[in-house]
């Protein structure tokens, strides 16, 4: 392998990395850690032939490598050597419209925290639809059903009473029909591209499912809910918060898609205001460093006390009586987690209903 080196220092080891990076999609410093060490494992071994000296100091110099030498160990790896290959490798890629991004893992880890607390780095493309890119291994039928899926997660899942914002793998699977809505919809969407999108069957579904794990779009709990991943996220948030984060026909906004006030990311597992109108959000792990740097808990846009016990996220729905209840009798908790969510949205539409009365008498 040759070691070619750029004029702007871009050379085999940041190709390699980069090589790497795009075969996984999505990587953690733990996961970097080990493909780094190889790589300057690598490139060392292969410096002793780019000596600009004589025979005799080249001779000297390989010898010095041969014994003193060893390969670079995982935890021989900082922080700043991932991030300077991450800087160099955005330099690189910027022109095709990529880009590695960040991002704190929300999900709980083994320990409870978020993730392990793990910082997740994804390439992400900056500019294309993202529904689109799926085109490339997707049917039309199947972008439908993960269009589908993603307007339950952020529309039917995620009203005013519970902001669950996630799916069962029955209520998926529910979704593989079309409704007689979404046919007219997608009709009057796809009319150029050949008609209406047609169902899907429960096994095509749960293998687009399945897909869609593997590939790092969509993550699994250990309670079997179903949530986008931080990848998804990341190349997703600016046609999230396009598409669900429209007026409605009143001319309100509907908001459905919130951020953490402090870091400013999209929020999809953390906890939230105990005013429902109120845009207060922080993810656990900021809603902890949040609080200390604060003389009081105080809701970081309202004021108001933080209650500690309003979720978002499965935990919206995992909390409730009605959910414990279930798992108690039943002891299937994807079964009760389908009830409670659908009975929170029939609930939140009853009261929406309600607010809307009130609003008119006013």
């Known amino acids: 392998m040759s070691n070619d080196v750029d004029e702007d ?35 060392g071994a292969q410096s002793t032939i780019f000596f600009d000296s ?3 100091e080249k001779e000297i110099a390989n ?3 041969a014994t003193e030498r060893r390969p670079v160990l995982a935890e ?3 922080q700043a050597d991932l991030s300077s290959y991450i800087a160099a490798a955005n330099t690189a890629i910027s022109p095709f419209d990529l880009e590695i991004r960040s991002t704190v893992h929300q999900l709980p880890g083994e320990d409870g925290n978020n993730g392990g607390n793990h910082r997740v780095y994804a390439l992400v493309n900056t500019t294309s639809d993202p529904l689109t890119q799926l085109a490339t291994t997707y049917t039309a039928d199947e972008i439908a059903f993960v269009k589908r899926i993603l307007d339950a997660m ?23 029909k079309v409704s007689n809505a979404d046919r007219r919809e997608s009709a009057a ?7 209406a ?11 687009v499912m399945k897909r869609l794990l593997e590939e790092g779009w969509f993550e699994k709990s250990r309670k079997g809910f179903y949530s986008l991943s931080p990848r998804a996220l990341m190349e997703l948030r600016g046609w999230l918060v396009a598409t669900y984060n429209e007026e409605d026909d009143d001319g309100r906004r509907a908001n459905k898609i919130k951020f953490c006030a402090a870091c400013k990311d999209i929020i999809t597992v953390g906890q939230r205001c105990a005013n429902r109108d109120c845009l207060g959000r922080l993810h656990d792990i900021c809603m902890r460093n949040f609080f200390r740097m604060q003389q009081a808990e105080k809701c970081p846009v309202c004021k108001a006390d933080w209650p500690h016990n309003k979720f978002v996220g499965e935990r919206a729905i995992t909390t409730t009586e009605q959910y414990q209840q279930g798992k108690r009798r039943s002891g299937n908790s994807q ?4 009830a409670v969510a659908s009975a929170s949205a029939v609930e939140d539409e009853q009261e929406q209903e309600q607010d809307d009365a009130e609003i008119a008498e006013d």
Do not use: C, W
């Open 9 to 43: 220092g871009y050379n085999d080891s940041n190709r390699a990395f980069l090589q790497a990076f795009m075969a996984r999609s999505t990587m953690t410093f733990e996961e970097a850690k080990p493909v780094l060490a190889a790589i300057f494992s690598a490139h």
């Open 54 to 56: 004589s025979y005799v």
């Open 63 to 65: 010898l010095y490598l």
């Open 76 to 78: 021989d790896i900082t």
């Open 154 to 176: 952020f529309e039917t899942y995620n009203t005013r009473r519970s902001e669950a914002i996630v799916v069962t793998g029955m209520q998926a699977v529910q979704l593989a």
């Open 189 to 195: 969407m796809q009319l150029s591209q050949g008609g």
């Open 197 to 207: 999108a047609q169902s899907l069957t429960m096994p095509q579904a749960e293998s």
């Open 335 to 338: 079964r009760q987690s389908n």
